[in-house]
């Protein structure tokens, strides 16, 4: 090589490995198919979800769905449907530790997993295992709200807030036994625009509350309805698998669960949820109970 070659060169070949810009914005997103499963996007500030927990491997891209510099080293996490980037409270539920993360892109691209989190998160934690945690996720209104209106192309819609409590499936047939249903995200009441937005905060206070812990047991959950008969033909689609309908009365809602279970280890909850998947209920999932 020539040595007036040499510097451009150099310079052309450092210009080629720099990372995308930091841009850090809104996403919703359409309904999207990952690892056999289907899933739907939809903001929710409230409610909370249990599952099993992984780590981001090493080799991460360089930004989160939502335009952030991805950082082994903050509190965040992967979710497959919420509104990015969103704020929860995450316990360990082996143990009892609780910290606050900053859900800030798509993942895991497994119906196995309900979060994936940075390894820093899974060390505050005290993950015993990289792959499969106990987990509880609850989702905090005033903080994702705040994280929201603080990053460009934000919603402003004023439409009545979602009540609390647990995000249930309405009375639509179980998936699978009829033509996909197009579905339109929930969009959620924000506060007024009182003031102006600050820029975001992307990184959150390392603070770790002990909780008291409560591993739960494991089991699949093929759907939740508010219709008996919709459950029973979810239920049927499994039967020889073992489903069965839990009914739960909360004020004068009911809800019908299907679930499979309890599973003894996290591989008997991965190979039953294998086996549903491939009954044709594409949004069964792990939970603990």
């Not at 690892?35 to 780590?55: H, M, N």
């Not at 497994?110 to 792959?131: D, G, K, M, Q």
């Amino acid at each position: 090589m020539r040595p007036a070659l040499a510097l451009p060169l150099a310079l052309l070949a450092a210009s080629c490995q720099r990372p995308p810009p930091v841009s850090p914005h809104y996403v919703l997103g359409a309904p999207y198919q990952a690892g056999g499963a289907w899933y739907y996007p939809r903001e929710s500030y409230e409610g909370q979800e249990t599952g099993l927990a992984t780590v981001y491997p090493s080799g991460h891209v360089d930004l989160t769905a939502d335009g952030e510099a991805f950082d082994q080293t903050a509190l965040a996490a992967a979710h497959q449907t919420l509104q990015l980037p969103a704020v929860a409270r995450l316990t360990n539920l082996e143990n009892g530790l609780q910290v606050m993360v900053r859900i800030n892109d798509r993942g895991p691209a497994t119906p196995h997993r309900l979060i994936e989190v940075t390894r820093h998160t899974a060390s505050l934690l005290h993950f015993a295992n990289a792959t499969a945690v106990r987990v509880r996720l609850e989702v905090l209104p005033g903080q994702s709200h705040d994280a929201v209106d603080a990053v460009p192309d934000a919603p402003k819609l004023a439409i009545v807030a979602a009540p609390r409590g647990e995000v249930v499936q309405t009375d639509l047939p179980p998936p699978g036994s009829a033509a996909p249903i197009a579905t339109r995200p929930t969009t959620i009441a924000r506060r007024p625009d009182t003031e102006p937005a600050a820029a975001p905060a992307l990184r959150l206070p390392e603070t770790v509350v002990q909780g008291a812990p409560d591993p739960g047991q494991l089991f699949v959950q093929l759907g939740a309805f508010q219709s008996y008969q919709y459950a029973n033909i979810q239920r049927a689609r499994a039967a020889n698998l073992g489903a069965s309908i839990v009914s739960r009365r909360d004020g004068r809602v009911q809800t019908h669960r299907v679930i499979i279970g309890p599973l003894s280890t996290v591989q008997q909850a991965d190979m039953m949820l294998d086996q549903v998947l491939h009954s044709g209920v594409t949004d069964a999932r792990i939970v603990v109970e």
